[in-house]
């Protein structure tokens, strides 16, 4: 099992609609986690971090955390053309300093 | 306050070359770790390096190798360049304070073709 599994998709959703993306990774013990976007050809660009079972807002993103269940996702309201990119989920473990593991990331298409 | 800076931001070498990749960490931050993305791929990582010492390492021949400075900078060697080296490396820094709770911050990249 990969210690950090997302869809690849594409997602595809209308402008103005709420865009869900979903993560879920291995290492029960795992303790913070984080969602990059990565327009095509530039670096990933940190968006929200959570550590905390629930949910956490920043606008028109929200993050939500299910340690229970192994899973962490993103939820972005009202998405706009702009939001389209590949949305990575990232983790760090247990175990290892502060090394970071990555999904392989979503893509997200909004259509306008 | 300046972000973290790689370079260069392209570079074209050929198999069997040797190459040397740049980064200057966040202002405040000590740690930095590389990251190897290829095309359709989340960031794989490299090493990471603190104190002038190499952390912890993912799953990756000793043709990776690297170094940091007094001043937290860090270099990325790659020797004997493979096709299959091509990608986007990715130098991330990280605070010291709360280290488990840090997030990556990363610069833009350098973009490594080999042919």
């Known amino acids: 099992q990969k210690e950090v599994e997302q869809n690849s998709g594409p997602l595809s959703v209308p402008e103005g609609a709420i865009a869900s993306l979903n993560c879920t990774y291995s290492d029960r013990g795992s303790q913070s986690f984080f969602w990059y976007r990565q327009y095509s050809g530039k670096s990933p660009e940190l968006i929200m971090s959570?550590?905390?079972?629930g949910d956490k807002e920043d606008g028109r993103f929200t993050a939500q955390l299910n340690k229970a269940s192994q899973y962490v996702s993103l939820l972005i309201r009202d998405s706009q053309p702009s939001d389209s990119a590949t949305y990575l989920c990232a983790l760090r473990p247990t175990r290892g300093y502060q090394k970071v593991t990555f999904g392989t990331g979503t893509k997200l298409q909004v259509i306008p | 306050d300046a972000g973290v800076t790689q370079s260069p931001t392209h570079l074209i070498k050929t198999r069997g070359q040797q190459v040397t990749l740049r980064c200057s960490p966040k202002s405040g931050h000590d740690t930095v770790s590389w990251y190897q993305q290829a095309l359709g791929q989340g960031p794989q990582f490299i090493f990471q390096?603190?104190?002038?010492?190499?952390?912890q390492r993912g799953n990756f021949p000793d043709r990776f190798s690297g170094h940091q400075f007094p001043n937290y900078s860090s270099e990325l060697n790659v020797n004997a360049l493979l096709l299959g080296d091509s990608a986007l490396y990715l130098c991330?820094?990280?605070?010291?304070?709360?280290?488990?709770?840090?997030?990556?911050?990363f610069g833009n990249g350098t973009r490594l073709t080999v042919t």
């Open positions: 991330a820094s990280s605070s010291p304070e709360r280290q488990e709770n840090s997030p990556l911050h």
């Open positions: 959570i550590y905390s079972n």
């Open positions: 390096y603190y104190e002038e010492e190499e952390r």
